[in-house]
C-alpha cells in the first residue's frame, strides 16, 4: 500500500503531523500565509488529504477543493470553522476533544 499523502497547513502545536507520520503518511506541511501556489509546490493535486490547524486560513479549503476533488479536507483547530467552508469540509475536530493519535489513525485506516 502506499503512503497517504497529506499536506498540513498552519501551525502544528497539537502535532497532527507527527501523528499522521507514524501512522505511515508521507507529511508536507506550510506554514505562515498559504496561497495557492505555495499549495501546488506542496503537491496538494496529488495529496489524498489536506489537514487545517488555523481556522484563520479557511479560505484555503475552498482553493484545495478547485485543484483537485480527490481530496479529504479536515479542520483540527480549536476554533469555529467559517460558515462559508463548511459545505467544502469532510471534518472538523477539536483537538480538545480527540488526540491527535486517535485522529490519525481514524484519517490513515
Known amino acids: 500500500m502506499t503512503a497517504m499523502n497529506v499536506v498540513v497547513a498552519g501551525p502544528d502545536e497539537d502535532a497532527i503531523g507527527d501523528a499522521l507520520e507514524a501512522e505511515g503518511a508521507s507529511v508536507t506541511r506550510l506554514n505562515g500565509i498559504v496561497s495557492r501556489p505555495e499549495l501546488e509546490e506542496a503537491g496538494i493535486v496529488d495529496a489524498d488529504l489536506y489537514v487545517l490547524t488555523d481556522v484563520g486560513q479557511a479560505t484555503t479549503i475552498p482553493v484545495v477543493c478547485d485543484l483537485t476533488d480527490d481530496i479529504r479536507t479536515v479542520v483540527y483547530a480549536r476554533d469555529t470553522v467559517p460558515e462559508f467552508v463548511k459545505g467544502q469540509l469532510d471534518l ?11 485522529v490519525a489513525e481514524e484519517l490513515t485506516g
Open 92 to 102: 472538523a475536530v477539536d483537538p480538545k476533544l480527540m488526540d491527535p493519535a486517535m
